[in-house]
């Protein structure tokens, strides 16, 4: 497995609704919703071509009302880092730093501490926004995203006696992996096991699919 494999499979997992891949990088756009849908991703040629790469990603995201983002995407390479660099000299700020993990799939089955019921993935998508506490008017947005995943899915929710929802997770199978996105939980029933006990479910849900 390798950074390219688990890039595309994100990519199919968390859909933008508009993808140009260009000579310079992946240019995604959403509507301002979720960082990975709207940004340049730099293609090798790009990742040489400091200059252009600002360029396109200015033009792209102004003309759609958005400030530019650039995903500068691996290990510390140095033409990743040279980039970097690049962009910070020209007044780019770095943004939500993020660690990529990977795991082998549980053979396990789940506890039974907090056992997530599948739903329909608009059903989930109102309990993770009202866990999360996210801006309704963004909701369509995500919404139409959701709507373009073409794998498989396992949208989760737990509910509390009441039939409140308290815990929600989504997975998605893509190019041979399994996505976990959406982990949330409510304030009130954290530290509780419930994420745990989502992302383990999700994983057994994964390898029984093969």
């Known amino acids: 497995m390798n950074?390219?494999?688990?890039?595309?499979?994100?990519?199919?997992?968390?859909?933008?609704?508009?993808?140009?891949?260009?000579?310079?990088?992946?240019?995604?756009?959403?509507?301002?919703?979720?960082?990975?849908?709207?940004?340049l991703t730099p293609s090798p040629a790009g990742l040489h071509n400091h200059a252009r790469v600002q360029e396109l990603a200015e033009y792209w995201f102004r003309s759609r009302g958005l400030a530019p983002v650039v995903r500068v995407v691996g290990t510390g390479q140095p033409e990743q880092l040279a980039l970097d660099r690049a962009l910070d000299a020209a007044g780019y700020q770095r943004d939500a730093l993020t660690a990529v993990l990977?795991?082998?799939?549980?053979?396990?089955?789940?506890?039974?501490?907090g056992r997530g019921q599948p739903v329909v993935t608009a059903n989930w998508l109102q309990v993770w926004y009202q866990l999360r506490g996210l801006a309704p008017e963004d909701l369509?947005?995500?919404?139409?995203?959701?709507?373009?995943?073409?794998?498989?899915?396992?949208?989760?929710?737990?509910n509390a006696g009441n039939a409140t929802p308290v815990a929600s997770a989504l997975g998605v199978l893509s190019n041979g992996l399994l996505g976990v996105f959406g982990v949330a939980t409510a304030v009130h029933a954290r530290r509780q096991g419930l994420a745990a006990s989502l992302v383990n479910q999700l994983c057994v849900w994964a390898a029984e699919q093969g």
Not at 10 to 32: I, M, N, Q, T
Not at 140 to 158: F, G, K, N, Y
Request: aromatic letters at 2%; glycine letters at 4%.
């Open 3 to 39: 950074i390219d494999e688990l890039e595309a499979a994100a990519r199919r997992a968390w859909p933008a609704l508009e993808e140009v891949d260009s000579e310079l990088g992946l240019l995604r756009f959403a509507a301002g919703v979720s960082r990975r849908a709207n940004s």
């Open 102 to 113: 990977t795991r082998p799939l549980p053979k396990r089955q789940p506890d039974g501490i």
């Open 140 to 158: 369509p947005v995500h919404q139409a995203m959701l709507e373009r995943i073409t794998d498989s899915c396992c949208p989760l929710v737990i």
